[in-house]
């Protein structure tokens, strides 16, 4: 043991050198792998995607041998212009190989992504962000208009939604999806006809981006005032 040390043992390298990194500019085209080779000695890689146009997915296989044909994982990560990724992955296999797996043309993926080697262990999937949350107080929404929100960061782990109120009563109507790289949607966590104040539910987060979009179904304005909080792992 040497004392001094970031991890209290003899390793004074936390990080190893960016297998890929840019801070700027258009994303590499669909197919494109970004790095592949033996990756041992990390335990885990650390992952920011960020775009600031249109969205991207990154692929991230684990081989057991040189010739990358024995696979024992094969991810996907999704990230929008609304919501980035930054996480922990653990690393599966002796090799490894990285790629764009898809990116939105019209408009082009751009923005920052960055995948370094790291000693911090992940369990698989880690989030390295913040509780993640969308808060609205008497927010209004026009007759017949619907309101966008998106978390900042992708989290995994659990969901809080609760509504305080909301006037006039059965005005709005709530969805709370995945979306794809591409902001489509993917899945639904939940699609309430009518939402009332005084709810409050848990639902369990997956590593996508998330949206919930609030639908005024009246012929006047309405405001809700509600929250959408994330409690994930490790906070």
């Given at each position: 043991?040497?004392?001094?040390?970031?991890?209290?043992?003899?390793?004074?390298?936390?990080?190893?050198?960016?297998?890929?990194?840019?801070?700027?500019?258009?994303?590499?085209?669909?197919?494109?792998?970004l790095w592949e080779g033996y990756y041992t000695g990390w335990p885990s890689l650390q992952v920011l995607i960020n775009p600031s146009a249109?969205?991207?997915?990154?692929?991230?296989?684990?081989?057991?041998?040189s010739t990358m044909s024995i696979g024992v994982g094969d991810d996907t990560f999704d990230a929008t212009s609304n919501t980035g990724q930054l996480f922990l992955y653990e690393s599966r296999g002796?090799?490894?190989?990285?790629?764009?797996?898809?990116?939105?043309?019209?408009?082009?993926?751009?923005?920052?992504?960055?995948?370094?080697?790291?000693?911090?262990?992940?369990?698989?999937?880690?989030?390295?962000?913040?509780?993640q949350?969308?808060?609205?107080?008497?927010?209004?929404?026009?007759?017949?208009?619907?309101?966008?929100?998106?978390?900042?960061?992708?989290?995994?782990?659990?969901?809080?939604?609760?509504?305080?109120?909301?006037?006039?009563?059965?005005?709005?109507?709530?969805?709370?999806?995945?979306?794809?790289?591409?902001?489509?949607a993917e899945a639904i966590v939940f699609d309430d006809a009518v939402i009332l104040g005084g709810a409050n539910e848990t639902y369990n987060a997956l590593p996508f981006p998330l949206n919930l979009q609030l639908v005024n179904t009246t012929t006047a304005a309405a405001t809700v005032t509600t929250t959408l909080i994330s409690q994930q792992q490790g906070w």
């Open positions: 043991m040497t004392i001094g040390h970031p991890d209290w043992d003899s390793n004074v390298i936390w990080r190893g050198k960016d297998l890929y990194a840019q801070s700027s500019g258009d994303y590499p085209a669909a197919g494109t792998v249109g969205g991207m997915q990154l692929a991230i296989k684990s081989y057991t041998d002796a090799y490894l190989q990285l790629s764009i797996s898809a990116v939105t043309t019209s408009p082009a993926g751009a923005g920052h992504l960055a995948v370094t080697p790291s000693r911090a262990a992940a369990n698989e999937y880690r989030a390295l962000v913040t509780p949350s969308i808060i609205l107080n008497a927010q209004s929404i026009g007759a017949g208009d619907t309101l966008n929100e998106y978390f900042r960061w992708v989290v995994l782990g659990q969901l809080q939604w609760i509504v305080t109120a909301v006037s006039p009563a059965d005005s709005i109507k709530a969805t709370l999806q995945y979306l794809t790289y591409a902001g489509a």
